[in-house]
């Protein structure tokens, strides 16, 4: 029920917005916890930092952050086509997979769930960028396999890829909420770096 409702509280946000936050290009992040800013302020997480670079550099583009805590790759995958078709945006990216792989769920069914919302997202007229994550090596194989699923996708699919979200702050514990898995505020601008130079290129 609780997950009927926050569909639902979705597709209304999205079909409300002022049409002045629509007025520039849209990039859209669909993305879980790592790009929500779990723990901490929304305006701290690196996509609400990639909109301010984007107005620092004069890209007329807008972001919209429609990652949510907890969104698995099915997840992400239902909602995508309401977002496609509230936002029309111009770059779609997926950020999703790490709760997939933290819960062992199938690598198969993950594969297919990317590749077809990065289908999804350029029959919209969308450019796509994929981002990557890993799995601590107490998974195992899976872990490997989890790993080599992103690359794969981003070849077979002709995508850009960051291979790993975390990889400028997953040495440095001090990067960490006392979770182990979240970035605190200061790890944000790393990972919007470490982004950027695969995202730039689908701007322009």
Known sequence: MRSILSFCLFVFALLCLPMSA??????????DSLSAGYG???EQA???LLGQRLSQKRLDYSVANLSISGETSAGGRARLDAALKARKPAVVVIALGAND?????PLAQMRDNLKTMIDASRA?????????????????PYAGDFQRSFADIAQEKKVPLVDFLLAPVAAEARY???DNLHPVAEA??????HVW???LPLLK
């Not at 792989?101 to 769920?105: A, I, S, V």
């Not at 007229?125 to 890993?134: E, S």
């Not at 944000?188 to 770096?193: N, Q, R, V, Y």
């Open 176 to 178: 960490f909420q006392p």
């Open 46 to 48: 690196w996509p609400a």
């Open 40 to 42: 901490i302020r929304p």
């Open 124 to 140: 919209s007229g969308a450019k796509v960028a994929l981002i990557g994550m890993r799995l601590p090596p107490n998974y195992g």
């Open 197 to 199: 130079p695969t995202l």
């Open 22 to 31: 629509q007025a520039a290009k849209t990039i859209v992040i669909m993305g």
């Open 188 to 193: 944000e601008p790393l990972i919007l770096d």
């Open 101 to 105: 792989g933290l819960r062992g769920l």
